[in-house]
């Protein structure tokens, strides 16, 4: 470990640049914490430059050079606590990076979070691991005094360094737990007192870099001390509410309260001894103007709040210095259902603005996507409040760690839970609307090692890929770098269509055809155990977020979901009828499925020859691309659909022999674009089930030729053509013809080549563009 004080000279023999780097960090005060710095270089500048969370900004993050960079120097670490940390070096990177990047931060997790004041970076696909693990508290639900023990747990708040504060309400007193060591527990404050540092009944809690605010109702004060406890003050003008429950401390000390019987939120700026109303009003309502017990409030950096408006059933936003706010979650009825909300306690914003809400009434953890008519719910699933490990009972308050997990306090069951995050399943690359793929390919893999007319494939996060060898009655497994697999599985698979895994190496497998079941093969195991009882063959396996699944009986046309609440029997029809039809409730042969984080459903519906959507619950589909929709493109029997980060879709157009990508420009051929199948190399032959890697090479199941192909990703950007400023033409003796030696067709079709996807250039002097392009069958559009 690199310690505070000290000179750190070359810690990376693989630094990018040539020369060692050089960094200084000083401490005035141990005791003052800093943010913890993962990553970091400099270009002659100093660290005082940046946001005291030493956050990497966004444009820079995207950048490819960074991410390279990040994955290069992942391990190199610098943690210290110190009140200054100067950063300086000589190093000359401006060819690699023009920018005046002070601090590279590890963004490898997806995640950046810091205390209570700070913004939460989650990935838009982020996930939780469905069953909690009880960090402190009693796992049965019992309250108690002890060291180990909680009573009616209210406030928690996690700081930088991964230390959570409780306000353990009925004890008087501030847990404080290591969440890296969780046996290294202490307190501040041991009961009931009137002293400074000293509590009767603590509330809400906040915390900063350096601070720890809480509300001290019994005493009818707002307390600030150090993160350790030290130094108490009484915030000067916080007195004499109306049953405060909750508030929030912004990085610029700014405190916001919800005074919650006055059904108000007020601010307190730094030294001043009044507060400001800035949402509500005396007289409680469900107006957009009124706030009905305001409890959890969240504020974010342009100074907007978010209010989990507890008797109202809903989530307010409102924006700094309106009069009234916006219902952005909730429908403002209590009830169960995905659009309802019932006693909301806490709200938590990420920087998508998706909203994380503790749904008290309802026991569970809701996320709500901004502009959204309803949310999904993350924990606490079941239905039913309870004590089990994968059920809440009255959750008032969240918090999320460095890592990600999401923390639940769990009130009314004396526990503080916590929820692992989940890194996603599966690739979806971020692409740019001009992104190509070589048109020419590697073969992965031939018939020699995987059989004949292979069906389906899949690739984790890791690169691992995973090969069904539907002829040989088994799946292969490559991991990164390798050219022989790794792993085979061949028990008591036969004649099987579909695998999927999910992010802890849980390997699914369709085994429908002869045993009526999808088979779960645990990591690593030799066996498998029964996930799903299904009624044929699954030609698509899909496991969304929550850990149902879902599968696509095409020879039964329809997909049927599992939750993972429900016995392995119980099934439900998310789509189709289970008669063949092209209505809007009916699928023909359907094929592959993907469910997106909205648990929208996508559905091939391979002899429709188009792609349906289901929306969450509804069960009459709507065209997205295909037969029946407007303005996209022809299909013929679409097998392998996938999404990428951008929710943009991709599709094996299985009897076209072509994948076809989609973008903000529309849907194109982007693979096998001449039309015929074969077995070249730019040839497709009845491609079946795709799947991207991390970076975004595109593999595909080659059904009829026997192989797997794999086409690079060759250019992710879009470059734009600047024209020069002006142009001095030769002068040729004949008008249709140009160039030095007057030998260039001047027509805009030889000049131009405006058609796309070999669309046929027709020369017409009717247009103003002077020409325009026959679409080769199965496109529609201009060009």
Not at 71 to 82: A, V, Y
Not at 148 to 173: E, K
Request: hydrophobic letters at 35%.
């Amino acid at each position: 470990m690199i310690q505070c004080g000290a000179n750190v000279n070359g810690i990376h023999n693989n630094w990018p640049f040539g020369r060692p780097l050089h960094a200084i960090a000083t401490c005035s005060n141990i005791d003052i914490a800093k943010p913890i710095i993962e990553l970091f270089l400099a270009q002659g500048a100093h660290a005082d430059s940046i946001d005291s969370r030493g956050n990497l900004p966004q444009d820079l993050a995207s950048q490819p050079a960074v991410k390279e960079l990040l994955r290069s120097t992942r391990k190199l670490s610098l943690k210290c606590r110190c009140a200054q940390i100067i950063v300086s070096t000589r190093i000359n990177y401006q060819n690699y990076l023009s920018s005046n990047l002070v601090i590279f931060q590890d963004m490898s997790s997806d995640v950046n979070i810091g205390g209570s004041g700070s913004e939460i970076n989650l990935s838009p696909r982020a996930s939780w691991n469905q069953t909690g693990i009880t960090i402190i508290g009693s796992p049965n639900g019992t309250a108690g005094s002890s060291l180990f023990q909680l009573s009616s747990p209210y406030g928690i708040s996690i700081v930088y360094n991964d230390v959570l504060y409780i306000s353990d309400t009925a004890n008087d007193r501030i847990v404080v737990v290591d969440l890296d060591h969780t046996d290294n527990v202490s307190f501040i404050g041991s009961g009931p007192g009137t002293n400074l540092g000293e509590f009767d009944g603590p509330f809400g809690i906040s915390t900063t870099n350096t601070s720890l605010y809480v509300i001290d109702f019994g005493n009818d004060r707002v307390q600030k001390m150090l993160l350790n406890g030290s130094n108490p003050i009484r915030i000067p003008g916080i007195t004499h509410f109306n049953r405060p429950h909750y508030l929030f401390v912004d990085n610029n000390d700014n405190i916001y309260l919800s005074d919650t019987f006055n059904h108000t939120v007020l601010l307190f700026l730094p030294n001043s001894t009044n507060g400001t109303i800035v949402a509500g009003g005396i007289i409680y309502g469900s107006n957009d103007d009124q706030l009905f017990f305001p409890n959890g409030i969240f504020v974010n950096s342009n100074g907007t709040l978010y209010i989990a408006d507890h008797q109202n059933h809903r989530i307010m936003k409102w924006f700094s210095g309106a009069s009234s706010g916006v219902r952005v979650a909730g429908n403002g009825t209590g009830g169960s259902s995905l659009t309802q909300l019932y006693l909301p306690m806490d709200v938590i914003v990420d920087t998508n603005e998706y909203m994380y809400i503790s749904d008290a009434g309802n026991s569970r953890v809701m996320r709500w996507i901004p502009n959204s008519t309803y949310g999904d719910c993350i924990i606490g699933c079941t239905g039913t409040s309870g004590v089990a490990s994968t059920q809440l009972n009255y959750p008032v308050c969240l918090a999320f760690d460095s890592k990600g997990s999401l923390y639940v306090n769990d009130y009314a069951n004396n526990r503080i839970q916590k929820f692992q995050y989940q890194v996603p399943f599966y690739n979806q690359p971020k692409f740019s609307p001009c992104a190509l793929w070589n048109s020419t390919v590697i073969t992965f893999e031939n018939s020699n090692i995987i059989g004949t007319n292979p069906y389906d494939l899949f690739i984790d996060t890791s690169n691992t890929v995973y090969i069904l060898e539907k002829s040989l009655n088994r799946v292969q497994i490559w991991t990164e770098g390798d050219t022989i697999p790794t792993r085979n599985i061949s028990n008591s698979i036969n004649d099987s269509f579909s695998i999927f895994v999910t992010s802890n190496g849980d390997i699914y497998i369709d085994n429908g055809s002869p045993n009526h079941r999808v088979d779960r093969w645990i990591n690593n195991a030799t066996n498998s155990t029964p996930a799903m009882y299904i009624q044929g063959t699954c030609y698509s396996l899909f496991v969304d977020s929550n850990n149902s699944f879902y599968c696509s009986l095409g020879d039964l046309h329809k997909v049927i979901k599992r939750s993972t609440y429900n016995e392995i029997n119980q099934t439900t029809i998310v789509a189709g009828n289970g008669t063949a039809g092209l209505g809007l409730n009916m699928l023909n042969s359907p094929r592959g499925i993907f469910v997106d984080i909205k648990f929208n459903l996508y559905v091939a519906d391979c002899i429709n020859d188009r792609v349906q959507l289901f929306q969450f619950g509804q069960l009459n589909g709507t065209t997205v691309v295909g037969h029946g929709a407007n303005n996209t493109i022809d299909l013929d029997c679409p097998v392998g659909i996938v999404f990428d980060d951008d929710g943009y879709l991709f599709i094996s157009d299985s009897q076209n022999n072509r994948i076809i990508g989609s973008s903000s420009n529309g849907f194109r051929c982007i693979i096998g674009c001449i039309s015929t199948s074969g077995s070249a190399s730019n040839q497709l032959n009845h491609p079946q089930m795709i799947s991207f890697d991390s970076y975004g090479n595109l593999y595909v199941v080659d059904a009829y030729n026997d192989r797997i192909q794999k086409f690079l990703l060759t250019s992710n950007t879009c470059v734009q053509q600047s024209s020069p400023s002006f142009f001095v033409t030769f002068t040729c003796p004949n008008t249709t013809a140009i160039g030095l030696n007057c030998n260039t067709s001047s027509s805009p079709c030889d000049i131009l080549r405006p058609c796309e996807n070999n669309g046929t250039c027709n020369d017409i002097n009717t247009t103003i563009s002077a020409y325009n392009c026959s679409c080769p069958s199965g496109f529609v559009g201009t060009q």
